[in-house]
């Protein structure tokens, strides 16, 4: 006769928080090229040899780089990784929380989910993807360590069913 498995004391267990991740990374990358060219280029205007420092011309000149130098900023922004959100996992609550931080800085609750209104959970060697009851994915995880994903199974186990 089998003994029946112990659920684990979630008392002691610390709460973990997974970072996302960027769904295209070579898009990332063009995007940090295409802006660091765009600032070096509003700068670029105005030190090369062979700028012409007619009056008229100026003016133009330097539009066109206040253009390009905050159209540069802005696109390096966009993959910064400060503007991604993190999925705080809490063991005492039994609640899943995606936080994104706001302009001034603050983490907000940008989704509030129970581990029981979570349909399953499936592990592999890197990733974690909790599915919602109808079966879509809710979200796609990279795991960093053995140790986040071993702790998740444990918090994970009694609540929801975990596919392999």
Avoid at 88 to 111: A, H, K, M, W
Wanted: hydrophobic residues 45%; glycine residues 6%.
């Amino acid at each position: 006769m089998a003994r029946p498995k112990a659920a684990p004391d979630l008392d002691g267990m610390m709460p973990l928080m997974i970072t996302f991740e960027r769904n295209l990374p070579a898009l990332s990358i063009l995007f940090q090229i295409i802006g660091s060219g765009l600032v070096i280029g509003s700068a670029a205007m105005w030190v090369l040899p062979g700028s012409t420092t007619a009056a008229d011309l100026v003016l133009m000149k330097f539009g066109a780089s206040v253009f390009m130098l905050f159209f540069g900023l802005a696109i390096l922004m966009l993959s910064h990784s400060d503007n991604q959100p993190d999925a705080y996992f809490d063991p005492i609550r039994r609640e899943v929380r995606v936080l994104q931080r706001s302009e001034n800085g603050r983490p907000q609750t940008v989704l509030r989910r129970s581990f029981d209104s979570l349909g399953s959970a499936r592990f592999s060697e890197k990733t974690l993807e909790l599915y919602d009851m109808d079966g879509s994915v809710l979200m796609r995880l990279k795991i960093q360590s053995p140790e986040v994903r071993h702790a998740l199974r444990l918090q994970l186990c009694n609540c929801v069913h975990i596919s392999t």
